[in-house]
C-alpha cells in the first residue's frame, strides 16, 4: 500500500497570499487529521476530518480551514499569510474502526515558508 | 503547564548504551504514542499504547495509567537511533484521533 502523500512538499509565499495544502491518505483510511509544527510551538492539532466532516478543530485562527473529498483526499488552506505561519504542516491518516484507539501514519509534511 | 511533558529534552549517548526517554501526563488518555522524527520532518510511529509494555526490536514502550506516565526504552543504542522522540497522548474525551503532542527528545547518539 502507498504511504500517506502530501503536496507540495516546499512552498515559498509571501505575506497575505493564500496557500492550499493537499493530503492523500492510505488507501481506505477515511480519517485525516492535519498538525502544524514551528519550533517555538512544537506539534499543534488543527483539525481532522472523517467522511467529508470535520470532526474536530484545534485552537487556530479561522484564516485556517479545510476540507475533504469523497475519495478521502484532504486540503487545507491558509489564508491571509502572516510571518508566523512558516511551518511544516503534517497530515496523518487513520483507519477509524468503531472503537479507538486509532493508530495514525504520517505524510512527510509540507515545509511552508512566507516571507 | 503542557499536558504532556516529556524528560530530558535533550540525550547524547554513546553507541551501546541502553536510553531511557520518560513521558508524563495529566490528562485521561485513551491511548499514547511514542513517535519518531529524522531530520527532514518525517514522522514515524514507533507504538500505540493503552496499558502494559510493547516491544519492538531493541525498542521497548511501556505505560502506567495510573501513575500517568510512560517510558521509550532503546537497548543497545546505535547512531541511526539519533532522531527526535515524540510523546503525544489521545485525550479520552476526545472522540476522533486528536493527539495532543509533548516538546520532543533529541537524542544523538554517538560512535
Known amino acids: 500500500k502507498a504511504g500517506v502523500t502530501q503536496t507540495p512538499r516546499y512552498l515559498i509565499k509571501t505575506r497575505g497570499q493564500q496557500v492550499t495544502l493537499s493530503c492523500s491518505p492510505i488507501s481506505g483510511h477515511r480519517s485525516v487529521s492535519w498538525y502544524q509544527q514551528t519550533p517555538g510551538q512544537g506539534l499543534q492539532f488543527l483539525f481532522e476530518y472523517f467522511s467529508e466532516t470535520q470532526r474536530n478543530k484545534g485552537n487556530f485562527p479561522g484564516r485556517f480551514s479545510g476540507r475533504q473529498f469523497s475519495n478521502s483526499r484532504s486540503e487545507m488552506n491558509v489564508s491571509t499569510l502572516e510571518l508566523g505561519d512558516s511551518a511544516l504542516y503534517l497530515c496523518?491518516?487513520?483507519?477509524?474502526?468503531?472503537?479507538?484507539?486509532?493508530?495514525?501514519?504520517f505524510g512527510p509534511g509540507t515545509r511552508l515558508t512566507v516571507t | 503547564k503542557n499536558e504532556v511533558e516529556q524528560s530530558p529534552q535533550n540525550l547524547t549517548a554513546q553507541e551501546g548504551e541502553f536510553i531511557t526517554i520518560n513521558c508524563s501526563y495529566s490528562v485521561g488518555i485513551s491511548a499514547l504514542h511514542w513517535l519518531q522524527q529524522h531530520p527532514g520532518g518525517g514522522i514515524v510511529s514507533l507504538f500505540m499504547l493503552s496499558s502494559g509494555k510493547k516491544k519492538h526490536g531493541r525498542l521497548i514502550a511501556t505505560i502506567n495509567i495510573q501513575e500517568k506516565h510512560s517510558s521509550l526504552h532503546i537497548t543497545a543504542s546505535h547512531p541511526r537511533d539519533s532522531a527526535v522522540y515524540i510523546c503525544?497522548?489521545?485525550?479520552?474525551?476526545?472522540?476522533?484521533?486528536?493527539?495532543?503532542f509533548g516538546e520532543g527528545t533529541q537524542l544523538t547518539v554517538n560512535p
Open positions: 496523518a491518516s487513520s483507519s477509524i474502526r468503531d472503537r479507538g484507539p486509532y493508530e495514525q501514519y
Open positions: 503525544a497522548v489521545r485525550n479520552e474525551e476526545t472522540s476522533g484521533s486528536r493527539l495532543t
